[in-house]
């Protein structure tokens, strides 16, 4: 009976446990995954005690009145936390606070970056008036119901990503008072609620043309770098501040044809009966200034078709193929010169070009030895010193080239190059790599391009006509992922490709030359780096007729722009790294690479897993400073691939444990296909990018998983 008794005295404190847990969770008032993410949040600000009725775990923040919370239903709307000296950090589970609305921490003292991920649906955001470092997370751009924005009074830096494209319901934004720089986002033009703009005291230049036809009535731009003018339009508002700039004292331009009327479309009701008065007069000396800007054009137009006419005897063969050559920016005038040399179909393409602001390329520089100021308008001088390092049969055969390959590239003269590039000077070096050097060309109008120095040793065998079709296949690439070709020189044994420049530098510099007070790639970042460049080698692979092998995948050569989006370089240059017989890159090589001739597609695919490597756990592909069961990072890591324990701690630190576990599970598992040391089961790079589009829509999508550690589900 004793033993009978003890069985029903537990089963029933069991039964009344359960029962009591039962109606206290239906007691409770808050969802779960909203009191998850103040548990964090609580534990990352230091469990402040100002924070009344607040828990690290356990309570009900709607039921219990935690301090500063505000609730509809079961779901927290609003955190109202302002000037209660809190210190530490947001946590990493905003995200899940699906619901809130408001959202106010300003005046505290918290530091390190901004959450990458927000509350989603959040509609005023203050963080004014703390320490904060690193950049505006780029998670804002999906906030497309975001009102109120308040990071002034912090320590943000770096550039603004583009990232304010869907935020038309913006009203108020305020990035004043700390170190962000750059060039104002295209993106803010889209900005068609925002009434106040505050920029002020930050290190922003160019211009804020952006801002022009924004319905703008509060406006602080004080105390940056910007330069240019301010735009006419702006000079209404009310309100505005633009002292400490370095605005030009110049009289501004006038505004192209058609502009005036548009800016009045879309603020009919901004000017005064004084202010259309003085627009009718800015009307009337904007043409009489076109008009004489247009006289000087066409006069200088018949100093060129004169000074042609002169020279014709000598060198007009060579002109010609220079007009054919080259995509020159051509006035309706000289269009029509051509077109009694050319085809109609020439001259109908020169005209095209014309219209093309794309094709405007002021860069070419006034020939050293020449006095003709050819480069004002875009046109290259005649090249009659070039033409002495030519006989007429090497003409001949670079016209024949070029007719045959179509290069869509624009011809740069070597003294051009040599001048952008400060004579290829050391301090405008970029890098080396296995076929020649890089340099920076910076021109007069603030252009900067990149210009690779072909080594001379890879071009041996290699006839011009081999050459130009090389670059013809380069020229032909259109990707959004690929780096695009410019331009070319092949002068007096120089050769010489010029690429678009990107101010953010590679991959490689980003993960592993960085220094500690840069933010790091966050993992959405990485995932969307890893997408781009895999569309990029599939464009390579499948795309491109006939396939094409990179031969030399690696971070180096993946370039990020402003928005750290990945362009992957040195495309189409597999002839190259053929006659080369270095390594082509330690630690990226497949094992079937012995020599360069063995490299195949699924090779590519090899260096490309490795790549995923080094985003994911932020190591470079061999590190003789490890120890030697490290150094080889494909060695090292591939066993942990698939081992959830191991895969957690060989995760990059620096992204501090902010990633979906499911996500990096998954990234995971495309590396190890991909590094797989038998070619024939590594997957095509379509397959991979399907998998990474996979991972980069859940990362997106899944708001609410728990970051940071593992579910049990999983």
Same mark, same amino acid.
């Given at each position: 009976m004793d033993c009978f008794l003890w069985k029903m005295i537990w089963i029933s404190v069991g039964f009344w446990t359960v029962v009591f847990r039962i109606l206290i969770s239906v007691d409770a008032k808050t969802d779960a995954s909203d009191v998850s993410a103040l548990h964090v949040m609580y534990t990352s600000l230091n469990s402040p005690s100002k924070l009344t009725n607040w828990k690290s775990s356990g309570g009900d923040p709607c039921g219990d009145s935690w301090k500063g919370i505000k609730c509809s239903g079961s779901h927290v709307k609003e955190i109202k936390l302002s000037g209660l000296g809190l210190t530490g950090s947001l946590g990493y589970k905003l995200s899940s606070l699906t619901s809130l609305t408001y959202f106010d921490l300003s005046n505290n003292n918290l530091k390190d970056s901004i959450p990458y991920q927000l509350p989603p649906n959040v509609l005023h955001i203050n963080l004014a008036g703390n320490s904060f470092t690193g950049t505006v997370p780029y998670s804002i751009s999906q906030m497309l119901n975001l009102k109120y924005l308040n990071l002034g009074h912090n320590q943000l830096s770096g550039q603004l990503s583009d990232m304010f494209g869907h935020l038309t319901r913006l009203q108020f934004l305020d990035l004043s008072f700390n170190s962000l720089s750059g060039n104002l986002p295209q993106s803010f033009e889209t900005l068609s609620s925002l009434s106040t703009l505050y920029l002020q005291n930050n290190k922003f230049t160019g211009s804020i043309n952006v801002l022009t036809h924004l319905p703008i009535d509060d406006l602080n731009v004080a105390n940056n770098q910007f330069t240019g003018w301010i735009p006419s339009e702006l000079k209404n508002i009310d309100n505005i501040k633009t002292g400490g700039n370095q605005w030009s004292s110049e009289p501004a331009p006038p505004p192209p044809l058609g502009t005036f009327g548009a800016a009045q479309q879309k603020n009919p009701t901004k000017k005064s009966s004084k202010e259309e008065k003085g627009s009718k007069k800015s009307v009337l000396n904007g043409a009489l200034i076109g008009g004489i800007v247009i006289g000087l054009l066409l006069a200088l137009v018949i100093l060129i078709v004169l000074l042609k006419r002169k020279s014709?005897?000598?060198?007009?063969?060579?002109?010609?193929?220079?007009?054919? +050559?080259q995509k020159i920016s051509l006035n309706p005038l000289v269009s029509n010169e051509l077109s009694n040399d050319r085809s109609s179909e020439f001259s109908n393409n020169a005209l095209k070009d014309f219209k093309d602001p794309k094709s405007l390329d002021s860069s070419f520089s006034i020939n050293a030895r020449s006095s003709q100021p050819y480069a004002s308008i875009g046109l290259k001088p005649p090249p009659a010193d070039r033409m002495k390092s030519f006989n007429d049969t090497e003409l001949v055969n670079r016209i024949n080239v070029k007719r045959n390959s179509s290069i869509h590239a624009v011809i740069y003269t070597l003294a051009d190059l040599q001048s952008a590039t400060g004579n290829f000077a050391t301090a405008r070096l970029l890098g080396e790599g296995s076929i020649g050097r890089v340099y920076r060309a910076k021109y007069p109008n603030g252009k900067v391009l990149a210009v690779k120095k072909i080594d001379s040793s890879h071009l041996q065998g290699i006839s011009q006509e081999d050459l130009m079709e090389i670059i013809s296949n380069i020229s032909k690439m259109?990707?959004? @992922?690929?780096?695009?070709?410019?331009? #070319?020189?092949?002068?007096?044994?120089? @050769?010489? /490709?010029? #690429?678009? !420049?990107? &101010? @953010?530098?590679?991959?490689?510099?980003?993960?592993?030359?960085?220094?500690? !007070?840069?933010?790091?790639?966050?993992? @959405?970042t990485r995932v969307r780096i890893a997408l781009g460049t895999a569309r990029a080698i599939e464009y390579l692979h499948e795309k491109c007729s006939p396939s094409s092998v990179h031969k030399n995948i690696k971070s180096a050569n993946i370039l990020l722009d402003s928005e750290l989006n990945p362009h992957l370089t040195d495309c189409g240059l597999a002839t190259f790294h053929q006659r080369t017989s270095q390594n082509l890159g330690v630690g990226y090589n497949a094992p079937e690479c012995t020599k360069p001739s063995a490299y195949t597609l699924k090779s590519d695919v090899y260096s490309f897993g490795v790549v995923m490597l080094e985003l994911l756990t932020g190591r470079v592909p061999f590190d003789s400073s490890k120890p030697r069961v490290e150094q080889s990072l494909v060695r090292w890591a591939t066993p942990k691939l698939h081992d959830i324990d191991t895969l957690d701690?060989?995760?990059?630190?620096?992204?501090?444990? *902010? #990633?979906?576990?499911?996500?990096?599970?998954?990234?995971?598992?495309? $590396?190890?296909?991909?590094?797989?040391?038998?070619?024939?089961?590594?997957?095509?790079?379509?397959?991979?990018?399907?998998? /990474?589009? &996979? $991972?980069? *829509?859940?990362?997106? +999508?899944?708001?609410?998983?728990? $970051?940071?550690?593992?579910?049990?589900?999983?």
């Open positions: 014709s005897s000598t060198s007009s063969h060579f002109l010609d193929e220079e007009k054919m +050559n259109d990707h959004t @992922n690929i780096t695009e070709l410019v331009g #070319y020189c092949s002068e007096q044994g120089h @050769n010489l /490709l010029v #690429y678009e !420049y990107f &101010r @953010n530098g590679s991959l490689h510099e980003f993960l592993h030359l960085s220094d500690e !007070y840069s933010k790091p790639l966050t993992w @959405n701690k060989m995760v990059d630190p620096a992204l501090c444990g *902010l #990633y979906p576990p499911k996500s990096l599970s998954r990234f995971a598992d495309v $590396i190890a296909l991909c590094v797989q040391s038998e070619p024939e089961f590594r997957p095509p790079m379509s397959e991979v990018v399907q998998s /990474l589009m &996979r $991972i980069e *829509l859940s990362s997106m +999508n899944k708001r609410g998983e728990d $970051i940071g550690a593992f579910s049990s589900d999983e």
